[in-house]
């Protein structure tokens, strides 16, 4: 017999997932395809807040700044963010995925994003940031991995 609850609350789970890392592959898309005139063609990114870990924004240009953003809120889950292997140490204050316009021909460009925090500076070190997203109800959770060269995955293992 199917455990319809069950189904439900991971399909959940999985398309929000899914939603965020096409947020976040949209920022890159955007980002990477801009000329390397950054006055001109701003950088796009995605950014998330630990002291608000339901919610998150795209945005064009600053991050900081409230035009040329566009909010999500995730009600049911909440967000945070960590390097892959160590899962503990999660992030806080605001964390930032950034991709600036660097392209640098008609044919390619950078696909690297930079991470920034607030907090820790070293996070621009890192080679894989990781997006968990966890479930309220069951605890359940999923992860985005963004990795520094330019790889976007989804997958259900957060511990490593």
Avoid at 71 to 94: A, C, M, Q, R, W
Avoid at 98 to 115: A, D, H, K, T
Avoid at 154 to 160: I, Q
């Amino acid at each position: 017999m199917v455990d319809i609850p069950n189904f439900r609350n991971k399909s959940s789970l999985e398309l929000v997932t899914n939603e965020v890392a096409t947020y976040v592959r949209g920022a890159q898309v955007y980002g990477t395809s801009q000329k390397a005139n950054v006055s001109l063609y701003p950088k796009y990114g995605v950014s998330f807040d630990s002291n608000d870990p339901k919610h998150f924004y795209l945005f064009a240009g600053d991050p900081a700044q409230v035009n040329g953003r566009e909010d999500y809120n995730i009600d049911g889950f909440k967000v945070d963010l960590f390097e892959k292997g160590n899962p503990s140490n999660v992030y806080t204050g605001v964390t930032t995925i950034i991709y600036e316009g660097r392209l640098n021909s008609l044919i390619g460009s950078n696909l690297i994003p930079v991470f920034d925090n607030e907090n820790d500076p070293n996070i621009r070190n890192i080679d894989c940031l990781m997006v968990r997203i966890t479930s309220v109800k069951d605890g359940q959770s999923s992860c985005v991995l963004v990795y520094k060269n330019g790889q976007i995955m989804t997958g259900n293992d957060c511990t490593s």
